[in-house]
């Protein structure tokens, strides 16, 4: 190593970042030149001075922490309530395109009859069918109906019955049967709307119901034009 | 934030103003949290807050401070936190008549303990550059010394 080399090197020894075998070399140059050692001694001196001069202590930086973290507890409280409010208008957007969205009363229907027909046949969920006469009026009885029996028009008759949710509300689920096709009358108590017949459908789904001050009959299945001939009698005999 | 008190000595130093040395530590902080994705893990988290705190305050538009001289000595004691004693206002003094650019190599390499590579990371700057600047920076203080004491009797 020559005197030029030292002096290039000299920060890399005075920062204590020389590796060994250089520092060596570094170590053997000083012994032999009394110019470069000095010149070391001198600059070591000086830094040590300016440490000396500049390090006194540390300046106290409790009250500029403290204001800080306050700064930072606030940011991150700001963030969450922008995060509510966020979640907030979308759900206000979700409610909306529910109310303007969601299916009418009729599709309803169509989708509970078809959810509970499904979760019977398709995915095996036994109902506690009953077909036993007296258990049936015993359903009945509970929408004071009689007879339920009497409200199929000829060439059907009473199969069975259970309770079941229809649209969110407790219903009364009648199945007769001509002994080729079964049509389904469902009884529940009067959710509103108008009075009489009225019929709808969905595809080659038909649904036909009537309605009274009590009641209301839902009449699903069976060959076209059954559910109306349906509620038809069932609204005379009522 | 044990850096803080380290950061704020070198804040007070490069802004010669109490409370903007505030003000800057405070930002300083502030970016390192909301930037800490940024920060690369195995290198030092320490160079980078310093690396932040000079980007805050040279993006600020600020002039690189040259402590004028008539800023009383007990107030370069209070803001450079210099140690009383003539000595050290002399060597304080010469370190503020330098350029900013070997002011800040001093005040990182020397002051506040750097290596030359981390000195380089705050700066980003080639390691050489760091030595040489290192080197005359050295050169010119003790120049600026070796002058004032030739001034006083």
Redesign the interface.
Known sequence: MNCKEI??????Y????MEEDRKVLFHTHLAECRSCAQQME??SA??A?????????????GA??R???R??AQ?RAEWWQLIAAVAAVLLIIAVLNYGIFRPGPGARLFMEVTRDHRQEVIEHQPRRWRSGPSEIEELAARYQLRDVAALAPAGYRLEHAKMCGLDGQPALHLVYTNGVQEVSLFVRSRTGGNRGISATSAGDVRLASFQNDRIQLIAAGGASGDCLRFVRFAASVL | MPEAPRLLRFARRLTGEMHAADDLVQETLLRAWRNFRQFQEGSSARAWCYRIMLNTFYGQGRKVRAMPATVPLEDRILVGATSPGIENVEISQALDALPAEHRTVLLLGVVEGFTCREVSEILSVPIGTVMSRLSRARQSLREKLSQSEKVIP
Do not use: H, N, W
């Not at chain 1, 002096?7 to 890399?12: H, I, N, Q, R």
């Not at chain 1, 005075?14 to 970042?17: D, Q, V």
């Not at chain 1, 001075?49 to 930086?61: Q, V």
């Open positions: 002096e290039e090197l000299a920060p890399l005075l920062s204590g970042e001198r600059l000086m830094d001075r300016l440490r000396k001069a500049l390090c006194a202590g540390l300046p106290e930086a500029l922490e204001s800080v973290s700064q930072i940011k």
